[in-house]
């Protein structure tokens, strides 16, 4: 009879532990799926920025000018601020 109470008892402690884990195992996941999207969001602009490079680079070694009116990038980063060339202006005011 012992035995079988301990058991019990092992079983009722490892039952309790599963049902504490599950939420903390549940916002990891989430924390994960949150990091993994900001670096692909990271990725996505750090390829963005090289094929720019590459194509700034080609130009350069042509001989060509370079355009001197600001790239508007496709997407903003969140840290960045507005580029100078275009505060306070509109498309038709350049």
Not at 53 to 59: D, G, K
């Amino acid at each position: 009879m012992a035995l079988w109470k301990r058991t019990s008892r092992s079983r009722t402690n490892i039952e309790k532990r599963i049902e504490d884990l599950n939420p903390a195992m549940q916002r990891e996941r989430i924390e994960r799926a949150v990091v993994e999207g900001a670096l692909e969001a990271a990725r996505k602009d750090n390829s963005h920025l090289q094929s720019e490079v590459a194509t700034l680079r080609s130009t350069l070694r042509g001989g060509a000018p370079l355009d001197d009116s600001p790239v508007p990038p496709a997407e903003a980063a969140n840290d960045e601020a507005p580029s100078k060339g275009n505060r306070g202006k509109g498309a038709e005011g350049q």
